[in-house]
Structures are given as C-alpha cells and as structure tokens.
Nanobody
C-alpha cells in the first residue's frame, strides 16, 4: 500500500502563486510515476501534470508555462509550483502515484479569487 499526503493549498489572489507538495509513504517500490490532477465543482477530474521517476514531464495545455512539476525521489515527494494563477484554476488538487496500481491523495483545495 502507498499513502499520499498533500499540502500547500489555500486561497490566493489572481496572479498569485502557490506550491503544492505530496509526500508518499508505504511500499514506495509500488509506484513509478507521480502527478497532479484537479477537479473543479461540476466538472470531471482532469490531468494537470505528471512526472516519471526518470523525470519525463507532461503538462496540460491550460497550465503549460505557468505550472512546474518537480520530484525529489530521495524524499518520495512531488511538488507543483503554480504561478500566475487564474480563477479558473480553482479546484481540489489531487496527487496520484502509480505503477501497476494507482493511488490517490485526499486532495487539497486551491481557490483563486479576488
């Protein structure tokens, strides 16, 4: 089993920044790739960014150039630096880790509002 704990969400003004963290614990050999997804009210959960253990990165087009995903394999932690935040970035952000099985965190709320 793998447990994922997210932190770093909150309320920020448009144009502001937040940094999310997701720490994995448990059977770490059970995961390879990690990433962030988000779900806004009334919408389906969508991919934000993913990163493989080797560092290959993929971004949703809506966040490319504004968000940066990174990973510290020694700490089993993935980060999401979010800059130039927009109201449409408001959502619950979920950390996901997977290899053969997938694991999800509980989610952290990000609200972008003036």
């Amino acid at each position: 089993q793998v447990q994922l704990v997210e932190s770093g969400g909150g309320l920020v003004h448009p144009g502001g920044s937040l940094r999310l963290s997701c720490a994995a614990s448990g059977i770490i050999s059970s995961i390879n790739d990690m990433g962030w997804y988000r779900q806004a009210p009334g919408k389906q959960r969508e991919l934000v960014a993913t990163i493989t253990r080797g560092g290959t990165i993929n971004y949703a087009s809506s966040v490319k150039g504004r968000f940066t995903i990174s990973r510290d394999n020694a700490k089993n932690t993935v980060y999401l630096q979010m800059n130039s935040l927009k109201p449409e970035d408001t959502a619950v952000y979920y950390c996901k880790a997977w290899k053969l099985l997938q694991y999800w965190g509980q989610g952290t709320q990000v609200t972008v509002s003036s």
